[in-house]
Nanobody, 126 residues
């Protein structure tokens, strides 16, 4: 069992930055690939970024590539999402998820994510 708690969301102007954190409970955190997803009002949840259990491999949606960076600290059982050059279209609730399957599957598998956090709101004003 893994429990995930996101934090770091808020209101920011376009062009600004935020860093989201996802704190995980459980001693098996380092076994899990971690992913970030987001859901805007009236839209389906979409993949944002994922990182392998070791942190050696990362994957990004085309819409955030070059602006967002995912990282993890297994000693702190925390995964991060650094978001730079934010745009109004980045406004959404951001969720982190954990899965024993590989990180690359996060972007291709609709069922990816054994465990989910409660989400944190990110609002980017124009």
């Amino acid at each position: 069992q893994v429990q995930l708690v996101e934090s770091g969301g808020g209101l920011v102007q376009a062009g600004g930055s935020l860093r989201l954190s996802c704190a995980a409970s459980g001693r098996t955190f380092s076994r899990y690939a971690m992913g970030w997803f987001r859901q805007a009002p009236g839209k389906e949840r979409e993949f944002v970024a994922a990182i392998s259990w070791s942190g050696a491999s990362t994957y990004y949606a085309d819409s955030v590539k070059g602006r967002f960076t995912v990282s993890r600290d297994n000693a702190k059982t925390t995964v991060y999402l650094q978001m730079n050059s934010l745009k109004p279209e980045d406004t959404a609730v951001y969720y982190c998820a954990a899965d024993l399957r590989g990180a690359i599957a996060a972007s291709t598998s609709a069922g990816w994510g054994d465990y989910w956090g409660q989400g944190t709101q990110v609002t980017v004003s124009s």
